[in-house]
């Protein structure tokens, strides 16, 4: 029932921006994204079941969707975003034109299950971000101290 209501206020909030666009909507839809990820990274999973991962996705350009996530170390890649506490499953995240989408810890997140074994300190997950536009982008996931703080770097 939540993942329903989300998905549709997600949808929404699409729909209003194209509204806003205007006589821009044919110029912004097709302008190119231009899409950079950067500060990717994993805690030290405490289990070789679950590990999550934050990382940010910079737009210099037109609006773009991240669709799904894949990796090595799990056939089982989800999106969530947490509310008030909760963490919810989303079916994709919008980064927007000339915007960033962030995830970071206590807020949106990849969460990794099944893994295929635990990954240590040190180690780099490979993980494959699939957009709407812009396909593919590979990204190379450091596994960081299960403390990590990005904001301090350790
Ligand atoms: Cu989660």
């Given amino acids: 029932m939540r993942r329903r209501t989300t998905g549709a206020a997600?949808?929404?909030?699409?729909?209003?921006a194209l509204a806003g666009c205007g006589a821009d909507s044919s110029a912004s839809t097709s302008a190119r994204p231009e899409l950079k990820v950067t500060g990717a990274y994993m805690p030290t999973p405490s289990m070789d079941t679950m590990a999550a991962g934050f990382f940010?996705?910079?737009?210099?350009?037109?609006?773009?969707?991240?669709?799904?996530?894949?990796?090595?170390l799990s056939d089982d890649v989800t999106l969530h975003s947490t509310r008030d506490g909760t963490m919810e499953e989303e079916t994709s995240f919008a980064v927007p034109a000339d915007g960033t989408l962030d995830f970071a810890s206590g807020s949106n997140h990849l969460m990794f299950e099944k893994l295929t074994h635990r990954p240590k300190q040190g180690e780099k997950v490979s993980v494959e971000l699939h957009f709407a536009k812009s396909g593919t982008l590979?990204?190379?996931?450091?596994?960081?101290?299960?403390?990590?703080?990005?904001?301090?770097g350790h």
């Fill in 10 to 16: 997600v949808l929404t909030l699409a729909a209003l």
């Fill in 56 to 72: 940010t996705v910079t737009n210099s350009g037109g609006a773009d969707t991240l669709t799904s996530v894949t990796s090595d």
């Fill in 138 to 152: 590979k990204i190379s996931m450091p596994v960081q101290s299960a403390t990590y703080n990005p904001k301090t």
